[in-house]
Each structure stands twice: as structure tokens, then as C-alpha cells.
């Protein structure tokens, strides 16, 4: 079964210097997929930036009020390498799974209440 993969950017955390007001520093992140059937499964990740090369760097700087989801979730996906992205998504997968065959944790039989 083919899987749709919908990215989507949950919060930041932000710091400010003198010049960049807002600087992002964490952005906190989900990646869904869903199948078909409508079974889906999340990955929930984060993308940190070093606060010190943000203060040092010498670039345009984004204006935090008129950044786009888009954007945004460009830097992410750049940010992600090829084996990290297929741990993602085979993680996606496997919570798929466990929503699409109702798996479920429960306590040992032996386990005293």
C-alpha cells in the first residue's frame, strides 16, 4: 500500500540578540503517513540550530513574523540526511502498523494490580 507523508511544524524555540530578534533555534516538528485505509502513523522530531553560530553568522536574517510553514519545514527536511530520513520513516511505518492492527501494551498475567 502506497503512504501519503504530510510534514507539519509543531512549535519553536526562540532566543534574541541584538540583531536578530526571534532567532530560531529549535523547531519542533511531526511527520505523518497515511495509507489508504486511512492508518496512519507520526514521527515527532525536533531540528536544533546552534544559538552561537546564529549570533556569529553573518547572513539575511528572516523576520520570524513572516516565515512561511513552507520555508520552514524546507530547512528541516535539508537538515535530515538519507539514513536518518529512512529511520523516519520506517518508524512511521511501524506506528502505522500498530494503529492499523489495534497493537496494544498490557500488563504481564502475573503482574499483581
Known amino acids: 500500500m502506497a503512504i501519503t507523508y504530510k510534514w507539519e511544524v509543531m512549535h ?10 526571534n ?3 529549535e523547531i519542533f ?8 485505509d486511512g492508518n496512519f502513523g507520526t514521527y515527532n522530531g525536533e531540528t ?4 552561537e553560530i546564529i549570533k556569529e553568522a553573518n547572513i ?4 520570524f513574523k513572516k516565515l512561511k510553514e ?6 528541516v527536511e535539508d537538515s535530515i540526511n538519507v539514513n536518518l530520513m529512512m529511520l523516519i520513516d520506517e518508524t512511521i511505518k511501524n506506528n502505522l502498523n500498530k494503529n492499523k492492527y489495534k497493537i496494544r501494551m ?6 499483581k494490580d
Open 48 to 51: 536544533r540550530f546552534n544559538p
Open 70 to 75: 513552507k520555508t520552514v519545514l524546507k530547512w
Open 12 to 21: 519553536f524555540n526562540v532566543v534574541d540578540f541584538d540583531d536578530k530578534p
Open 106 to 111: 498490557t500488563e504481564a498475567p502475573w503482574k
Open 60 to 63: 539575511a536574517f528572516s523576520d
Open 23 to 25: 532567532a530560531i533555534v
Open 29 to 36: 516538528w511531526k511527520k505523518t503517513g497515511t495509507d489508504e
